[in-house]
Each structure stands twice: as C-alpha cells, then as structure tokens.
C-alpha cells in the first residue's frame, strides 16, 4: 500500500536531489575565470533537460527494467510503460513513478559532475553529445549493475547512494576526458584563481542541503535508516570541511573558504556509498580521512601532469573510491540489518566485494569514456579554437556575459 509519509517524505528527497544540480553549477561557476562562469553553470543545468527526455524513453527502462543477463534491464518499460503511481518494485509504500523521479534525479548530476574536469575548454556542441552517449553507454549500465538487480548488486555490493554508480563512475570518466582534450592554454605558466568564491561557496551550501535528500532519501522512506543516512551525512561532510582546512593550514600555511567547501564537499562523496550502512562514529573516521585524501589528490595533481579544471578526479573519483572501500570495513548489520558487515565486524570477504565493485566500474567507465571521446572528436570536435578559449566561451559559444559592470 501506499504510505503517505513515506510518498511526502520521498517528495521532498527528490527535489533535494534535483536542487543539487543547480547548486553544483554555482559550486563550479564560482571556480573558473569570469569570461566562463554562464558556459559552466550551462553545462550543468542543461543536464536537467537532457536527461529527463533520455530517461522516459529508454533510460529508465534500461537501469530498472527486468534484468538482462545482470548487465542491462530491457526495454518493456520505454516511455515509462508500465509505470504508474501504484507501488513498484523496488519500493512497496510509495508510487513507482515517485521512486523513477528520485532516480532520475541521480542520473542527472553525475554527467553534470563531469564538466569540472573539462571546464573551459570543451565546445558546447561537444557536450552535449558526450552527455547523452555517456549517459547511455556508461551510466545506465552501472546503475543496472548496481542497484537494478544486475551482478554488482547480486554479488553483494553496498553502495547507499552511489559511490560506485556516481563517483568514482564520473570521476573516472573526468581524468580520462581532462587527459584526452589537453591542458587549458596557459597552464602552468597562468594563474586561474576562482573568480567568485562566494558562489562557490553558495554552491557548496546547496549540495550539502541537497545531498540530505540524496543519501537519506536512498533509504526509499522515512524510517530509522533514512535518519542514520541523515545523520552521518552531515557528521561526515562537516569532519572532511575540518581536516581539509587543517591539512591546508599546515602545509600552506593558511585555511581558506575554497578548502573548507571543497572538504565539505568531499565529505559527502566520501559518505555516500556508506551512509545507510554504518555509524555516527564510523561517518566522522570516514570524513576525517576523506578530508585528507582528498587534499592530497589535489595537491598531486600538478605532479601527475593532468589538467582536471575543478578537481573532480580528486573529489569525486578518489573520494568515491574511498567511500566505497570505506564501507567495505565500517559496514555493520547493527546499524542496517539489510546490509553486511564489513571487516571491522568480522567480515573480510565484504571489503574485497567492494574492492572488486570499484575495480570494475573504473575499468568500464574508463574504457567507455575514451571511446565515446575519441569518437565525438573524430566528428564535431572536443575542443574549442584558441581564439575561442581567449575570448572564453560565455561570448564564443553562447554571445552572452555574466556580469556587466
């Protein structure tokens, strides 16, 4: 049956998740050069379009549709046939088009959490495609994989919210995708400050509300799992802001606005594949040392010799990789009788379930992403002109400006 708590409570989630969408734009507008900020914030919120179109005809069908082989769903749910607002099956108390939207929401954000990588420099054009091929090659797979009843999720896999399917899935994609369309001109030699830290950090304020939405709405209703979701979301966000500013504080000598968002931010990446599956002192150890990681991701960046634009390798992909091996040694059945424990509770064989879990998903996503860029570039192109990239692209790409003073 339906339950209204659990369908108003599952509202409310969803359009947390679909605010968060908005606020990464901000989060991301607010780091680049100003001739780039509308062209950034775009490349997200484009994504609340294409997405949806893409997930009524097919998408859905192909991440929750019955299991083909535990590799794809099929299609008997094209054009979302089949779902109504009677219960469904992957949630008993609330309608199945309600949980469709929550998901939807999901797949959003994480072609959006790619363009960090790429910003300021890809062509809009280029994008656009990348969107909805990666989006159809890559994401709908894992998440089939996952959480729609293929082998991931059947091998035993924990991933609360998406550590697998979202973070380390886009985050590989983001290293391969900033190797493959080259550094921005003038790296190295020109400074790229941020050009609206307080955006930024308006835009890591909404993520972090939103992201409530995300892990605890994972639960699918409002019960005792949603609340320790909710709860050990915020411990770990909050631990991550606290050890990434003191890291900086040490090895730079000062703590800055941009470090405390940014390890707020990995706190929830690092939280996520987790949240439903442990501890409220479990959450504060994961954020601590997501916090720390994280930061030492970014500052190896330079070393490495990639040019990811907004660190989402560093965030994202070593934060989701973290989370999701994390649950493999905090997970416990005392917190959530659904799950497993893992090797800090007596069972080891979690942690390489996890392991194993995240290898695959950056070895698809990996391979995948380098196909589909290979070939968008053999057609229209990845990057811009130089020209372009000197003018920037709010004024090449779209004949528009952010701000005018």
Not at 132 to 153: A, K, M, N
Request: hydrophobic fraction near 55%.
């Amino acid at each position: 049956m339906i339950d209204s708590g659990d369908t108003a409570f599952m509202l409310v989630a969803t359009a947390l998740v679909m605010f968060m969408t908005p606020g990464l734009a901000f989060f991301y507008g607010g780091l680049v050069r100003s001739k780039n900020v509308l062209s950034t914030i775009l490349q997200s919120f484009i994504c609340l379009g294409v997405i949806s179109i893409i997930w009524v005809i097919y998408g859905y069908s192909a991440a929750f549709g019955p299991d083909i082989g535990g590799l794809i769903g099929n299609f008997d749910m094209i054009f979302l046939k089949g779902v109504s607002t009677n219960p469904g099956p992957y949630a008993d108390t609330i309608p199945h088009l309600l949980f469709c939207a929550f998901q939807l929401m999901f797949a959003i954000i994480t072609p959006a959490l790619i363009t960090g990588a790429f910003a300021e420099r890809m062509k809009f054009s280029a994008f656009m495609l990348f969107c909805i091929l990666w989006t159809t090659f890559v994401y709908l797979p894992v998440c089939h994989w996952v959480w729609g009843g293929g082998w991931i999720g059947k091998l035993g896999a924990l991933d609360f919210a998406g550590g697998t399917v979202i973070h380390i899935n886009s985050g590989i994609a983001a290293l391969i995708a900033a190797i493959m369309i080259g550094k921005r001109r003038g790296h190295g030699k020109v400074s790229f400050l941020p050009h609206n830290l307080p955006l930024t950090v308006l835009g890591a304020g909404i993520l972090w509300f939103g992201w409530f939405g995300f892990n605890a709405g994972s639960a699918l209703a409002a019960n005792s799992t949603a609340t320790m979701a909710f709860f050990t979301t915020q411990l770990s966000a909050g631990s991550a802001a606290i050890s990434w500013v003191i890291a900086e504080w040490i090895f730079q000598e000062k703590p800055t606005a941009l470090g405390a968002a940014s390890g707020a931010v990995a706190g929830l990446v690092g939280i996520t594949p987790a949240a439903g599956f442990v501890g409220p002192v479990s959450a504060i150890i994961i954020g601590l040392s997501t916090g720390l990681l994280c930061y030492g991701a970014v500052m190896m960046k330079d070393r490495l010799g990639y040019d990811d634009a907004l660190d989402v390798v560093a965030v994202h992909g070593v934060g989701g990789l973290w989370g999701a091996i994390a649950t493999g040694l905090f997970a416990s059945v005392a917190v959530n009788p659904d799950g497993a424990n893992g090797l800090f509770f007596g069972n080891p064989k979690q942690l390489g379930i996890q392991i194993l879990a995240s290898l695959v998903t950056i070895a698809f996503s990996l391979l995948m992403t380098y196909v589909i860029l290979k070939a968008i570039d053999r057609t229209v192109g990845l990057r811009i002109t130089d020209e372009s990239e000197v003018q920037g692209l709010d004024l090449s790409e779209h004949n528009e400006v952010g701000y005018s003073l």
